[in-house]
């Protein structure tokens, strides 16, 4: 059974930093595009952060653009977001993803496999 399982979120100040942690299981992501989305109750789900399978290819959304970076680690079968200079604004579940093949893509239908989410929460 393939599992997309995400940790690291939580409460935290304006301008703290958290980290999140996207952990995968029951096949190998090592040779797939995988990315970052969020998302609050009664709005459209949102691109945050794509990285290609090797990671040398690495997209955001302009929002996050210099505050968040994307990576990952084939060997663990885990991809990271490394969110920095939070703002209220960033509030949101943030879910991560993999693509069955392909490059990275924005686009949330791209990707076939989703993680249940994990809530940030960022107070002012």
């Known amino acids: 059974q393939v599992q997309l399982v995400e940790s690291g979120g939580g409460l935290v100040q304006a301008g703290g930093s958290l980290r999140l942690s996207c952990a995968a299981s029951?096949?190998?992501?090592?040779?797939?595009?995988m990315g970052w989305f969020r998302q609050s109750p009664g709005k459209e789900r949102e691109f945050v952060a794509a990285?290609?399978?090797?990671?040398?290819?690495?997209y955001y959304t302009d929002s996050v653009k210099g505050r968040f970076a994307i990576s990952r680690h084939n060997a663990k079968n885990t991809m990271y977001l490394q969110m920095n200079s939070l703002k209220a604004e960033d509030t949101d579940v943030y879910s991560c993803?993999?693509?069955?093949?392909?490059?990275?893509?924005?686009?949330?239908?791209?990707?076939?496999?989703w993680g249940q989410g994990t809530q940030v929460t960022v107070s002012s």
């Open positions: 993803a993999a693509r069955d093949y392909g490059a990275t893509s924005q686009r949330g239908s791209a990707y076939n496999y």
């Open positions: 029951g096949r190998t992501f090592s040779n797939v595009a």
């Open positions: 990285i290609s399978w090797n990671g040398d290819s690495t």
